[in-house]
């Protein structure tokens, strides 16, 4: 049984005081939760249950629709990878190798520090300068090889 | 990062501004003419307003083609206490950036769109509807809402007559089928996003069960122009049955990569070597024209002109107006199982035929990738395709077998020898 966090709690309650408990402000309150702890634990659950008067399962329902909300924590950085066509084309394969050896995972995994996790996104609208990929909010087009071993670099030193 | 794409045209009508003006700053949008067509609309009458549009000939930029002036006219007719209207920019069709470029770009340009169809259908609440990926796209729109309020543009008693309009922007969650307007509206009230049955039409009864225009970006960008410059100026531009300019954006095997505005008297292959600067890698095979869910077009059909009456004639439609260049060195089965690939992650899973076969289709194509597809997989893939285009209940089920279908028509021979 997971405790009540109060900063959870607490951050949750400003949250739906902002937004309101009406059912339209659902995904606004997990977008906010999700951006805020990186991921939609269960116990946020409870909490946005118990404000917003909606059940767990409901909540559950929409959270698991949308792919942007995570119920895990997945990493301090999700790198989604374009993998539609004008990506591919641009080369997406040589960037989807570079990022799994540099981080020693694979697609769908996160590695072991809890910094990185590895996921495919569907078109982010950079179709004329692909491959391209986000990182948690960050896009990044025209990538190399090289260019993303340099933002890779980046994250693992704003971390340090 | 900001994200500019290349604007490959010049004589241009919406992009116009792009990259000319600052987006942020609402005094460079006036100084080049913006917020006279308010002005003008404000003086109107409403039906006025409605005629001016569907006399143009303006049809939805979205991929629907369906006629603005009409849409509006059923919510103008819908008695309600509430009206809203919805801007739909969850852009999310691969290939497509235009409505990215028309928000960070000239962002006063589609709030002016917006504020004149609400005056036009009596809404007094509107909603951008931005995809969660577009981050530069809701900052620009929304720093760009406040300062029309700031100029009386927005809020209560627009320009001194009356009329009150409040826009504010919502944010997608990373899910394709929010594209389709009542999976939209869905979202917008904290469900998942799942297609509704219809009718209801959301113009009778949308967002709350109330009547809601649903246009895109582009479409709504268009209005001003019309407004200031009538509809006569409109329909003389391009072909008579598909007035105005649309905007196509290349990618892929091309030498220039990028967006462009043309009225729709050029054929794809023309705007492949007048803006494309020709294929590169090769000779052209095929091209995707709008999307993933598009149809492939052969290289004999890119050199014709397809207006709105070639389409319908030929059962095509150039949707967002994406042209996805393939050079004669890719594999049509590559391309077909990375559109099957898309479609099996983005089906919602609401409805049977969609949500099983979307896979089924991946998992054939799969077998032909793999070098063992058989004849009989294929005649099974084709009658897969043919139900699918006619049993789901919104357009990602019926339309995402159209590449399928063309391509087993076109290029049945290389399937099958794969």
């Known amino acids: ?160 | 990062m900001k994200y500019n794409a290349k604007i490959l045209s010049t004589d241009n009508v919406l992009l116009k501004n792009i990259g000319n003006i600052d987006p942020l700053k609402i005094e460079e949008y006036v100084t080049s003419g913006g917020y006279e067509a308010l002005k003008k609309t404000v003086s109107m009458d409403r039906k006025e307003v409605i005629d001016v549009v569907s006399d143009s000939g303006l049809r939805g930029r979205g991929g629907a083609n369906f006629p603005t002036g009409r849409k509006w006219l059923f919510t103008y007719n819908a008695q309600a206490d509430q009206k809203y209207i919805i801007c739909n920019a969850d852009e999310g069709e691969p290939g497509t950036v235009k409505d990215r470029i028309l928000m960070e770009g000239d962002p006063h340009q589609l709030i002016e769109g917006i504020t004149i169809a609400a005056y036009a259908i009596g809404a007094t609440k509107g909603f951008i509807y931005i995809r969660g990926e577009y981050r530069d796209s809701i900052n620009t729109v929304n720093a760009a809402i406040k300062q029309a309020e700031e100029k009386g543009m927005l809020g209560k008693n627009i320009l001194g007559s009356g009329f009150d309009f409040e826009l504010s922007v919502a944010m997608g969650g990373g899910a394709y089928i929010c594209g389709e307007e009542t999976a939209l509206i869905d979202s917008m009230e904290g469900k998942r996003g799942e297609p509704r049955l219809k009718p209801p039409y959301p113009p009778v009864e949308g967002l709350f069960g109330k009547p809601t225009i649903v246009n895109n970006v582009e479409t709504l960008s268009n209005v001003p122009h019309i407004i200031v410059k009538g509809s006569e100026w409109y329909r003389n531009i391009g072909a008579s049955c598909s007035p105005g300019t649309k905007l196509f954006m290349l990618c892929g095997d091309v030498n220039e990569p990028g967006i462009l505005e043309t009225p729709i008297d050029l054929s794809f292959a023309e705007i492949i070597k007048k803006y494309g600067k020709g294929t590169s890698g090769g000779e052209v095979k095929f091209a995707q024209i709008g999307g993933s869910s598009g149809n492939i077009f052969t290289p004999e059909m890119l050199e014709k002109v397809w207006t709105y009456e070639r389409c319908c004639e030929f059962n095509v439609s150039y949707g967002t107006g994406s042209i996805f260049v393939c050079n004669d060195r890719r594999s049509v089965v590559d391309h077909l199982l990375t559109v099957a690939e898309f479609f099996e992650h983005e089906s919602c899973g609401k409805c049977t035929p969609c949500r099983e076969g979307t896979h089924r289709i991946k998992e054939i194509v799969e077998e032909f990738a793999f070098g063992e597809g058989t004849v009989s997989d294929l005649e099974l893939l084709k009658e897969l395709c043919l139900v699918m285009k006619r049993s789901p209940i919104c357009g990602l089920g019926q339309a995402c077998v159209n590449p399928v279908l063309d391509a087993i028509e076109y290029f049945k021979g290389e399937i099958l020898a794969n």
């Open chain 1, 1 to 160: 049984m997971e405790c009540r966090d109060g900063n959870l709690v607490a951050f949750i309650e400003r949250s739906v005081a902002k937004y309101g408990t009406g059912r339209e402000n659902l995904l606004p309150v997990l977008r906010d939760v999700n951006e805020e702890f990186g991921y939609v634990s269960g116990a946020a659950f409870i909490e946005i249950s118990r404000l917003m008067d909606i059940s767990i399962g409901e909540i559950h329902g929409v959270a698991s629709f949308y792919s942007f909300i995570n119920e895990e924590n997945k990493g301090n950085y999700i790198i989604r990878l374009c993998k539609t066509i004008s990506c591919d084309m641009a080369g997406k394969d040589k960037i989807e190798k570079t990022l799994e050896r540099e981080l020693g995972i694979k697609f769908g995994e996160s590695t072991k520090d809890g910094l990185f996790a590895l996921e495919y996104a569907n078109c982010m609208g950079l179709c004329d300068k692909g491959p391209a990929m986000l990182v948690n909010s960050q896009l990044y087009d025209s990538l190399t090889p090289e260019s993303v071993l340099d933002v890779i670099s980046e994250y693992r030193r704003n971390i340090r």
